[in-house]
């Protein structure tokens, strides 16, 4: 099993690369990430090696490759996917761990410039984020660390995750890549090229979270949350 791994927020993230390769899971990972984890003593292997070809343009492509998305996309019950990526010398990779670069608290700073906002929208990571989500029947995605410690659980019992938490985590890693997407529309369409900001955005999205179930709807037949 391989297991990629490319986080900003590095919150517990070297206790469950360490848990991983406990557990025989080859590691891949990309810059901070993978010299956190090389200083820790753990065998890992740089995104750039894996790929053959180096990150570039100040780390705006690192991940952008067939050999990453390839790996995740390849849906191992197509015979036809598998000798396409054996052909191509692709291997998968089954688990993703991604949190994305820090836009709202960027943009939250008192100060916040255009420019600093622009270098901390990320496209390599929700694009991994997306094919693995995409593809959950065959890659876990982890997009937040408070699913560490479940997804240890689960792979220590079993030696792999469930449909229903591979399905549950790529729920979670769509809303992810929703809300991420939302707050860059919601920013920029209340900025303009100059940096000042307008009264009234162009656009705003809503996005609401559902708290709980409640015990019935308007009639006891419906069924309603809050």
Known sequence: MNALISVSDKTGILEFAQALHALGIKLLSTGGTAKLLADAGLPVTEVADHTGFPEMLDGRVKTLHPKIHGGLLARRDFPEHMAAIKEHGIATIDLLVVNLYPFEA?????????????????????????????NWKDVGVLTDASQYEGVLAELKAGGKLTDKTKFALSVAAFNRISQYDGAISDYLSGIQADGSHGMCPGQSNGRFIKVQDLRYGENSHQQAAL
């Open 106 to 134: 960027t943009v939250a700073k008192p100060g916040c410039t255009l420019e600093d906002a622009i270098e901390n929208i990320d496209i390599g990571g929700p694009a991994m984020v997306r094919s693995a989500a995409k």
